[in-house]
């Protein structure tokens, strides 16, 4: 049986996922998964051996992250797509202006709109997650890894034109059928949410090559590493 990594990135209908062979030889899939018990699933029967995946895995306090710290200085001018995690307090709110009271109450600082909007999503992998699971489930950032990738932060935003193609053009170096399957409509998706999925994926497979670059590093209050890997 061919070993399988697999990538996500947080879509309308829950998670686009790419899977990839770990060695780099084989079609690619794309398809979109509803939970991510599932996916949890198909690691414990060894259908995936590992995932990557765009959430913050690992909640601070009180202080900013150290690997979001990083991952901005790497990425230049794409900086403004690292926005700050929740911090885990900020879990329990069932509104924006709650989650803006349990921020500041927490740190001094409120919270984004962008952030509050994946709350449930990082609650889902905080419900799922464990310090021994992140063996093989992992955060990354989608942009660092297309920095990593190429060697360079994108010079344009990924909903352009421009964008688009040079995040293809990077991911091409990794998958030979990238422009095939991130053609595809994917009903409750995004064009560019594939193309993050597939850098999730890379980053996968770099996490079991042991070839990955690792951000940040340090424990959250539960034991979790929080860090970014690409």
Not at 40 to 51: H, N, P, T, W
């Amino acid at each position: 049986m061919q070993v399988r990594v697999a990538g996500l990135d947080g879509c309308q209908a829950g998670w686009i996922m790419v899977t990839a062979p770990v060695e780099g030889k084989g079609s690619s899939t794309v398809e979109v998964v509803r939970d991510l018990a599932s996916v949890f699933a198909r690691i414990d029967s060894g259908e995936l051996v590992a995932a990557a995946i765009d959430i913050p895995i690992g909640l601070p306090d009180s202080e900013p992250r150290r690997c979001d710290i990083q991952a901005r200085k790497l990425i230049g001018p794409r900086r403004s797509s690292v926005f700050p995690t929740p911090y885990r307090q900020v879990l329990a709110a069932d509104t924006y202006e709650e989650a803006a009271v349990l921020s500041v109450d927490a740190s001094g600082k409120g919270i984004s709109k962008q952030a509050f909007g994946i709350l449930p999503k990082i609650r889902e992998v905080d419900d799922l997650i464990t310090p021994a699971r992140q063996d093989s489930f992992v955060e990354v950032h989608p942009e660092v890894c297309f920095t990593v990738l190429a060697g360079a932060p994108m010079t344009w935003p990924k909903r352009t034109p421009d964008g688009r193609q040079e995040r293809l053009h990077a991911l091409r170096t990794a998958f030979s059928d990238v422009d095939a399957i991130s053609g595809r409509r994917i009903s409750g998706s995004q064009d560019d949410d594939i193309l993050d999925a597939f850098a999730a994926a890379w980053s996968a497979r770099n996490w079991m090559t042991n070839s990955y670059q690792r951000l940040g590093g340090d424990l959250d209050s539960r034991g979790l590493r929080m860090e970014m890997i690409a």
